[in-house]
């Protein structure tokens, strides 16, 4: 057969979606329906917090982002290689599905439970003596935090690669999905009904407790998919080739994860307590505008794992296309915060945070960004440029320690909101840029959107 003739089997066997896949643009749709259910439990969460623990809330936001970097962490990047290794996997090929389930084995024994013990060691000596038992109780919360934040992300990417995409949808976006952020929004509803003199320890382990009932049913529906393949007994040796094969994932994930929350850990070690509140309440606002890239993202990955280097004229049509939807999406969101942030952060966390307004719209000028430059970061990821993402990410994280801390010291929270705004313009700019010139595709917005061809793709 010639080159030519492989070509046209490949594109046209990629133009109808796969048997039980949804297209791209089902796909996309269920993932948006499944991201806004989480947002709401995500803000339901965030406006029990400020209700139950007021000024202390800027402490909650920081123990809750610092599970989140330490939990992924603790995964080694195995999610994000399992992801892509996954949505290449040819039926039948049980060699390739032994080596995915070794490393979630793993990660799951070895890896993060090292991290969730650290992190609960960590955890016990901050909070002070004269917390009492409540010393043991936060301790206990970060660790569960940690190892079902990690077991969270680790099998949603594994479900959507294998292409179970609308339990990976139930399980993605804020708070560890619609189902997380369902069951975390009853928890810390509880405590702040029945025990709201237990404070800061209780929600966090009522955080910790809404993960369980989604992990064990994900573990279970994963699990039925390669219960015939024997992974072997886990070992350190195992843990240390998992490590190795996705040190680039890893390194990404952990300064992604830093960039998403290091002016929240800046004004909290910096600021006053009820600064850092302020902040970490427009921060975590703010971060509604990335919804439509991000859900883009999460299911553009599997098809840029798919077509990179196989046709990458169709893939940049489809970047393009869903940068468009993604565009048009962030605006309705965009708009309210920039006209009305007063009214917006007093309905979501209470009169004490209306004086949050300018950073709101400061935080929004710079998150913005991300939407305009497209799926750029993800679509390096996936195509095998994770190394240079991580170093990017890297000299991002050191521009916000640097810039961060010396505007937060000069003009306390409106300086670090420009900082913040600042180098996430920069680094969006950065890897639409990085993306052209390794890929020779451009990732933003167009004004011929193909909505044709998404609904032709597998998703």
Not at 116 to 128: N, Q
Not at 352 to 372: D, K, M, Q, R, Y
Not at 433 to 459: A, C, E, F, S, V
Request: net charge positive; charged share 15%; hydrophobic share 55%.
């Amino acid at each position: 057969m010639s080159c030519r003739r492989r070509s046209l089997v490949v594109t046209q066997g990629e133009r109808a979606p796969r048997s039980g896949r949804l297209s791209l643009v089902a796909a996309t749709v269920w993932f948006g329906l499944s991201y806004g259910g989480a947002v709401l439990g995500y803000l339901a969460v965030n406006a029990f917090a400020a209700r139950l623990l007021q000024d202390e809330f800027g402490y909650f936001v920081f123990a809750v982002t610092a599970s989140t970097v330490v939990g992924q962490l603790g995964l080694f990047g195995a999610h994000r290689g399992g992801l892509r290794a996954a949505a290449r996997l040819d039926s039948g090929d049980d060699e390739s599905l032994v080596d995915l389930r070794r490393a979630v084995r793993a990660v799951s024994t070895v890896t993060l439970p090292i991290t969730a013990v650290l992190s609960a060691l960590a955890a016990f000596f901050v909070v002070g003596e004269d917390q009492g038992a409540g010393r043991w109780v936060a301790a206990a919360g970060m660790a569960l935090l940690v190892w079902f934040g990690g077991q969270q992300k680790l099998l949603a990417n594994y479900l959507r690669g294998f292409g179970r995409i609308r339990f990976a949808s139930l399980l993605e976006g804020r708070s560890g999905g619609a189902l997380v952020a369902l069951c975390q929004g009853i928890m810390v509803g509880g405590v702040l009904l029945f025990f709201p003199d237990l404070g800061l320890p209780a929600a966090m382990v009522a955080m910790a407790v809404g993960f369980v009932g989604p992990v064990f049913f994900a573990w279970y529906v994963v699990f039925r998919g390669w219960r015939h393949v024997d992974p072997g007994r886990p070992t350190l040796k195992g843990a240390g080739q998992v490590i190795k094969r996705n040190r680039h994932f890893a390194s990404n994930m952990l300064g992604g994860s830093l960039n998403s929350n290091l002016e929240i850990w800046i004004a909290g070690l910096l600021l006053t307590s009820m600064d850092a509140s302020l902040f970490s309440a427009a921060q975590r606002l703010s971060l509604v505008l990335s919804i439509s890239i991000m859900s883009m993202g999460v299911v553009f990955s599997p098809v840029v794992s798919r077509l990179f280097d196989r046709d990458n004229v169709r893939l940049e049509r489809l970047l393009r296309t869903g940068a468009t939807v993604a565009a048009g999406l962030t605006a309705a969101l965009w708009i309210p915060m920039l006209i009305a942030p007063t009214p917006l952060l007093r309905a979501v966390y209470g009169d004490s945070f209306p004086a949050a307004a300018p950073l709101l719209v400061i935080l929004t000028l710079g998150g913005i960004s991300n939407v305009l430059t497209g799926m750029c970061a993800v679509t390096l990821t996936m195509s095998r440029h994770e190394a240079i993402v991580a170093n990017v990410q890297w000299a991002a994280v050191l521009a916000r320690v640097c810039l961060g801390v010396l505007l937060a010291l000069q003009w306390g929270t409106t300086g670090l909101a420009i900082s913040a705004a600042a180098v996430t313009a920069g680094l969006s700019v950065t890897f639409w840029y990085l993306t052209h010139r390794r890929m020779k595709m451009w990732t933003h917005l167009t004004l011929r959107p193909d909505i044709k061809l998404m609904r032709q793709t597998p998703g």
